[in-house]
């Protein structure tokens, strides 16, 4: 691999921090009016339609869970660039083919497709910002890299609420154009920001049987499982947020643009956040998320409970902005384990746990409330919360094991 001249370095970040925006902007367009391009309406859902909504939607992280891993050995193997290019071209392609029909076998087919890129583009830019970004930053880049990755879904989520709105069902195929759209400008602006500098080419000595040994240790587990049961919950709401919104009455321009706003909020408190884990630790700040995490499940069981009264929704608004603090800290850790021979497949098994994570999500919280009704969601939150409490105690073990270890080992 050639030397990076610093103007690389910065042109590199810039260029995969586009590519995240693009995709997750075009992404976020599409998935909140996927259950209402499936259903044939915009507004309420049956139980048969939830059902049928929820298979098809978790096509997506289904693909994405069962391929990620051979993206991330590729991207390790072959290069970051090839990988995620291929992501972008190939996403842009199928959400020109989802506009052509409503066959939910057919979207089913495309959805899991949509996963493989997803996958692939995922663990590529993560790869690309822990190759480029020194340690004692990496933070606050990985948290750049959040803040263009969330606010591109908020944007995309706020602008497919606002044409859930105002579109007749019958022309919502106009909005997986518009993503297709937004991809090919990513994938372009991308091109031209990296084109001629200098790239990580591959590695001949990659080895997927010792990479993998690597990769699944207990301090790397130990990092991206709670992931999993982070976007378990996730998942559930992404899909189902535009026809439940409607359902209640709560109209989507409103709620586009209260995301919108949330994402605009992100652009600044995740880089730093990022600043803080690199300055106190990675641990100390995934702690502080995953408390965030843990008060907003108890706050939604109050909303389950009492509805929406201002109170509630305060201390659900404050514990989401303690819960980002999870992000930037937890992907900095996840680099700062891995080697640049490695790097993408290591990236891989957090996308591997995000996307196992929302069809656990999809299918676990549409059974337990067809089943139980809200004691059902009353369980759900409260297993999300139990296990992000056991995980967080499990890593501080780990970080405090890790670093006495060094503290008693002999100089040689």
Not at 36 to 59: E, F, Q, R
Not at 154 to 171: E, K, R, S
Not at 228 to 239: D, E, F, N, P
Not at 364 to 386: E, K
């Amino acid at each position: 691999m050639a030397a990076h001249a610093p103007s690389d370095e910065g042109r590199g970040l810039r260029a995969v921090l586009v590519a995240t925006f693009f995709v997750r902007f075009a992404f976020g367009i599409t998935i909140v009016v996927f259950a209402s391009y499936i259903t044939h309406h915009s507004s309420g859902l049956s139980g048969n339609d939830v059902g049928v909504a929820g298979l098809v939607s978790a096509m997506a992280p289904l693909g994405e869970f069962s391929t990620v891993m051979f993206s991330g050995v590729l991207a390790d193997r072959y290069g970051r660039w090839p990988v995620l290019y291929t992501g972008m071209g190939g996403a842009a392609v199928l959400f020109g083919l989802v506009a052509l029909t409503r066959n939910v076998y057919a979207l089913g087919s495309i959805n899991f497709l949509f996963g493989v890129g997803s996958g692939a583009i995922l663990a590529a830019s993560l790869a690309v910002i822990g190759d480029r970004a020194e340690e004692g930053h990496r933070g606050y880049e990985m948290g750049r890299f959040d803040a263009l990755n969330l606010f591109g879904w908020t944007a995309g989520i706020g602008l497919g609420l606002f044409l859930l709105g105002v579109l007749p069902n019958v022309q919502l195929g106009l909005v997986f154009v518009a993503g297709a759209g937004a991809l090919a400008v990513g994938l372009g602006a991308t091109y031209q920001l990296i084109r001629g500098r200098a790239v990580y080419h591959g590695s001949r000595q990659f080895s997927v049987a010792s990479v993998l040994s690597y990769v699944f240790r207990k301090s790397v587990l130990l990092v991206t499982i709670p992931w999993l049961v982070i976007y378990v919950l996730i998942g559930t709401a992404l899909v189902f947020i535009g026809p439940a919104a409607s359902g209640a009455g709560i109209s989507t321009t409103w709620l586009a643009l209260a995301l919108v706003g949330g994402g605009l909020l992100l652009v600044v408190s995740q880089p730093y956040y990022g600043g803080l884990a690199d300055r106190y630790g990675r641990t100390r700040l995934m702690t502080v998320g995953a408390t965030g995490f843990v008060a907003a499940m108890g706050c939604a069981c109050l909303l389950v409970a009492y509805g929406a009264r201002l109170p509630i929704l305060g201390a659900l608004g404050v514990s989401v902005v303690v819960a980002l603090a999870y992000g930037p800290a937890a992907l900095a850790a996840l680099a700062d384990l891995s080697r640049e021979i490695n790097r993408a497949t290591t990236m891989a098994i957090y996308s591997l746990t995000i996307s196992l994570g929302m069809v656990l999500g999809i299918y676990g919280s549409t059974a337990l409330y067809s089943d139980y009704q809200n004691d059902g969601l009353y369980a759900f939150f409260g297993s999300i919360a139990l296990a992000l409490t056991l995980l967080t105690l499990g890593r501080i073990w780990e970080t405090r094991s890790m670093a006495r270890a060094v503290a008693t080992t002999p100089a040689r």
